[in-house]
């Protein structure tokens, strides 16, 4: 399956639109939700790494690995749904960031900071 496979048939499963439109009252504001989705959804990523090294010592066992492929899941999920709002495909996120990251490293800047390096 490709992104933009990935990103049509996540779109049969968002229920946001009905659910916040009231709330928000612009369809264009609802890359909000997305955003804010993606952002727990990462948290709770960290949070079962973040409980691997408490109380497993950092060892991924496959109870461990299955729960955060889940977690992983719906971090894509919103990623998908987010550029899905802002009317871009989702290959095109991932094209578009292979090629930042091949820019940096022919720079030799992959390791500086900042956002445009």
Do not use: C, H
């Not at 990462?42 to 409980?51: I, M, Q």
């Amino acid at each position: 399956m490709n992104f933009d496979e990935y990103q049509k048939l996540a779109k049969k499963t968002a229920v946001y639109r009905e659910a916040i439109g009231d709330l928000l009252k612009k369809p264009e504001l609802f890359y909000l939700y997305s955003a804010l989705g993606l952002a727990g959804e990462t948290g709770e990523v960290v949070e079962k790494v973040k409980k691997l090294l408490r109380d497993k010592k950092g060892i991924v066992d496959e109870t461990s690995r299955e729960e955060i492929i889940k977690e992983m899941g719906d971090v894509l999920w919103y990623l998908a749904m987010l550029a899905e709002e802002l009317k871009v495909p989702f290959s095109k996120v991932a094209e578009a960031n292979i090629e930042k990251l091949n820019s940096r490293k022919d720079r030799g800047t992959v390791l500086g900071k900042g956002d445009n390096r």
